[in-house]
């Protein structure tokens, strides 16, 4: 059959043997892009499974920081509300005073209202919260997209998903580190517990 | 001098946001303050509220603080309102972009209070200047 092809084109004209080597030239490097694709089933199906669970990582990591920073609020307004009762009530002491005693009182006062500056402060530094929910919300908008193309991927070229659902061997790293996150979500030990072990 | 008596709108899509700006216009003096979580939580809270100051971010879901800036400033009854911007875009596009819209001011996150305080300071000093 082969002899017969060959004999075929040595009596082609000369530009269709062009056509012809470029015919070859096309599917050959076809059979090469397809079989590369076939190559990306197990890692490509793998990140495809992953992306969804980093994207609810990084949402939960926002939540985290949200939750915490609420938290260090709160404690920071209860101590400038206590802040400002001791220099109300230092203030109408030194009132009361006269002398070295006033003199102390007032090194007290100052004392007091130094500390108002720094709570703002901790305050002000607490918007770093802010900024990692943006860039959090950003990498999620980057990962959707990727997603969403590696879908189009799989549509168009047919990469197949194990049927079990179940990750590759190939899964490697990237589904280390998964389980990794995964498993704080399980009841972590009580401090007890961990002593007694 | 800032007015410290004026109704102060707080427009950020982040709770910590709102929370952190309203405690440090507190410590300026202002105790009237409206939250919203959104432009168009804001537009509803304008219409609601007597409102004599604007403080919002620009990165917000469903509408946008550049948005709102300029709903604000096409409307005849809002559009000498200050706006003052405190977000994280620090780029010179969105700055232009923000001047242009007809911002009063712009601070860039993080900020110190002393820089809140500074740009409402410029906002009120133009809006009253001195007399002569």
Redo the contacts between chains.
């Keep these: 059959m082969d002899r017969a092809i060959e004999a075929d084109e040595a009596n082609m004209p000369e530009d269709d043997r062009s056509i012809n080597d470029e015919l070859s030239e096309l599917t050959k490097y076809v059979k090469v892009i397809t079989s590369t694709i076939r190559a990306m089933e197990s890692p490509g199906t793998t990140t495809f499974d992953q992306l969804p669970q980093a994207t609810a990582h990084l949402n939960d990591l926002a939540k985290m920081t949200e939750e915490g920073t609420q938290r260090v609020l709160a404690l920071t307004e209860a101590i400038e509300t206590n802040r400002g009762a001791i220099q109300t009530a230092v203030e109408h002491l030194k009132r009361k005073l006269d002398g070295e005693q006033a003199t102390e009182v007032k090194s007290l006062v100052e004392l007091v209202k130094a500390d108002e500056r720094r709570l703002m402060d901790i305050h002000v530094a607490l918007s770093f919260q802010d900024l990692v929910a943006q860039r959090v919300a950003k990498l999620v908008t980057i990962f959707n997209e990727v997603q969403h193309k590696l879908l189009k991927l799989v549509v168009i070229f047919g990469i197949k998903k194990k049927k079990d659902g179940t990750s590759t061997k190939d899964g490697g790293r990237g589904n280390e580190m998964l389980r990794q996150l995964e498993t704080p979500r399980a009841a972590p030990f009580e401090q007890d517990l961990v002593d007694d072990i | 001098m800032i007015d410290t008596s004026l109704k102060v709108l707080v427009v ?1 899509d ?4 709102r ?2 700006v309203k ?2 216009l507190k ?1 300026i003096g202002f105790s009237d303050m409206v939250e919203a979580k959104n432009g168009q939580d804001a537009l509803n809270k304008l219409k609601a509220n007597d409102i004599g100051l604007i403080v919002s971010a620009w ?1 917000m879901p469903v509408m946008q603080g550049i948005e709102l800036l300029r709903v604000v400033r096409a409307d005849a009854a809002m559009k000498h309102l200050p706006f003052l911007m405190v977000t ?1 875009e620090a780029q010179k596009e969105n700055i232009i972009e923000a001047v242009q819209a007809g911002v009063s001011n712009y601070v860039v ?5 002393e820089a809140l305080q500074g740009k409402l300071e410029k906002i009120f000093a133009i809006a009253q200047p001195a007399k002569v």
């Design positions: 950020d982040m709770s910590t946001m929370r952190i405690n440090v410590q990165n994280g996150k993080p900020f110190t209070a």
